[in-house]
């Protein structure tokens, strides 16, 4: 099982760019069935979350992107993807795919991790 993120990069302030997170290897019944997200780490801090798609609860954000990012899935394609608009210098840092198997902490998923820069 692997997920493979992509869709980084360098973008101006108030820019846009999607991610997108393909899960290979994972039957459609468990990447339905469990919980998809976002996080980000930037140098010095914890990794945190930016955006999850709960099954039968529906979407969270962090309250720093609300309004501006959008978590979504194709489950055909088994992939998760991030679009993030109007970016901030402060959105900067290195974004991670997760998948938690079922909502079970104890068996989660991690994606190699893809750079977004906001800088002018």
């Known amino acids: 099982v692997q997920l493979q993120a992509s869709g980084g990069g360098l973008v101006q302030p108030g820019g846009s760019l999607r991610l997108s997170c393909a899960a290979s290897g994972l039957i459609l019944s468990t990447f339905t069935g469990s919980t998809l997200a976002w996080y980000r780490q930037t140098p010095g801090n914890q990794r945190e979350m930016v955006a999850q798609i709960i099954p039968s609860t529906g979407t969270k954000y962090a309250d720093s992107v609300q309004g501006r990012f959008t978590i979504s899935k194709d489950n055909t394609r088994k992939t998760v993807y991030l679009q993030m608009n109007d970016l901030k210098p402060e959105d900067t840092g290195v974004y991670y795919c997760?998948?938690?198997?079922?909502?079970?902490?104890?068996?989660?998923?991690w994606g190699q991790g893809t750079q977004v820069t906001v800088s002018s």
């Open positions: 997760n998948v938690v198997i079922f909502g079970d902490d104890r068996n989660q998923l």
